[in-house]
């Protein structure tokens, strides 16, 4: 079974910090997107890598940074927290098979807390 | 991107089939329609894709209109287990780096009841 393992499911964080969510995925999958869900607001995109070291900014970049230095591994980048940015974050990977996407994959969710 | 519309919310009794539509009148020729399912507290899953055809799975059917601009997500024996918001979306088929982008909408939120 695919597997999206993000590594907190609980963050509790101050004002000004620099925040690391990390996301690792074990199907060796082309895909990785960062979104955060609000209550009303849905799931937002915030990044997404088609490939080791490429992203694309989505819908609200504004305060993150991600990183993909690996395959496997998709890093979403706080700069400097805001209680603006406490949410849920959702991290998710998909395949591509003979040139076509598949499916993706989530995450459980970190639930990000900035005091 | 194109979009796609949904009810905000469904209600359904449980065992019975439950039909939720999509309206995506600006979909493209390789956009495939995808459906996920985000149960309380949990990450979205996968629940179907099609591209023309009608597609089955131990989840749910998809019926998808001839000009396909509309689709429709049917549960054939709704449980309560099944309630949870149903995201109808749209995804390029032919990978081409950027192009893997995926774009949820706000869904319909189901409610089963017993």
């Known amino acids: 079974d695919v597997k999206v393992t993000q590594s907190s499911r609980y963050l509790v964080k101050r004002t000004g910090e620099k925040v690391f969510l990390e996301c690792v995925q074990d199907?060796?999958?082309?895909?990785m997107f960062w979104y955060r869900q609000d209550p009303g607001l849905g799931l937002r995109l915030i990044y997404f890598?088609?490939?080791?070291?490429?992203?694309e900014k989505g819908d609200i970049p504004e305060g993150y940074s991600v990183s993909r230095e690996k395959k496997e591994r998709f890093s979403l980048i706080l700069e400097s927290a805001s209680t603006n940015q406490t949410s849920m974050y959702l991290c998710?990977?998909?395949?591509?098979?003979?040139?076509?996407?598949?499916?993706?994959?989530f995450g459980q969710g970190t639930r990000l807390t900035v005091v | 991107d194109a979009k796609t519309t949904q009810p905000n919310s469904m209600e359904s009794n449980e065992e019975e089939p439950v039909h939720l539509p999509c309206n995506h009148s600006?979909?493209?020729?390789?956009?495939?329609i995808h459906w996920y399912r985000q149960l309380p507290s949990q990450g979205p899953e996968y629940v179907i894709h099609?591209?023309?055809s009608n597609v089955n799975n131990r989840m749910a059917s998809l019926a998808i209109a001839e000009d396909r601009k509309s689709s429709t997500l049917i549960l054939h024996r709704a449980t309560l287990r099944d309630a949870a918001v149903y995201y109808c979306?749209?995804?390029?088929?032919?990978?081409?780096?950027?192009?893997?982008?995926?774009?949820f909408g706000k869904g319909t939120k189901l409610s089963v009841k017993p």
């Open positions: 998710a990977s998909s395949l591509i098979v003979f040139r076509r996407n598949t499916e993706a994959f």
């Open positions: 199907m060796d999958h082309e895909n």
């Open positions: 890598s088609y490939d080791v070291k490429m992203k």
């Open positions: 600006t979909i493209s020729g390789t956009d495939y």
């Open positions: 099609g591209l023309t």
């Open positions: 979306i749209l995804r390029v088929g032919n990978y081409g780096g950027s192009q893997g982008n995926l774009i």
